[in-house]
């Protein structure tokens, strides 16, 4: 039987298409039965989706104090849907049908046996991270990538960190509080791999 797990798809979305994505998640759990004390509540969700709506509508005129103020409201409510995330994850218990009646996305395979293609892990020290790759057999070398941007979608919004002869990398001197998007590729004999997934870490 395939167990399935919540996706963190919309960590990536843009904040107008996470508000669509936050205000539908909100609709299905309310009354649904198999949620009912969701974690935080549905009026602390409303309230966050809502102030994230006025910060973006305020940040159109693109000031930087109002910019600035509507990425900490996006932090601050992507935060709450994480949680509610593994809420969700938690009472399904691998089942895709109550994920889909939740309004987030179940993962589109069974996870049980699966490596996940890209880790973020925090490291030792405060600003660092250990980032595992999925090691490929022909793989001579591993490219590491990251990028700071909301939703980085075009190649210069990355920049590369290091290349490795090892499907694993350990970054330091990131800056605390901050989301760091981080990718990587494969070097092998035939030619370089496409990047993986990106994987949306807040960096402690």
Known sequence: MAIFKVLLDFVIFSVSDKLIFYRNVILKL????????????????????????????????????????????????????????????????????????????????ALAHEKVELTVNDGNNSGAVNLGGKAHPKGGAYIWQKSTKENPLLEADWATITMTTQAHCYVESLTPATYVYFRYCVVTPTGITDYCAPVRKLIV
Not at 59 to 82: E, I, N, P, W, Y
Not at 98 to 105: A, E, Q, R, V
């Open 30 to 109: 309310t009354a649904n039965p198999t949620y009912l004390t969701p974690d935080p509540t549905l009026i602390q969700l409303k309230a966050a989706v809502d102030s994230l709506e006025q910060a973006m509508l305020a940040a159109q005129d693109g000031g930087h104090t109002a910019v600035s103020a509507m990425h900490d409201h996006d932090k601050s409510t992507t935060l709450m849907f994480r949680n509610l995330a593994h809420y969700v994850d938690k009472l399904a218990i691998g089942d895709e049908t109550k994920i889909l009646t939740s309004g987030f996305h179940p993962s589109n395979q």
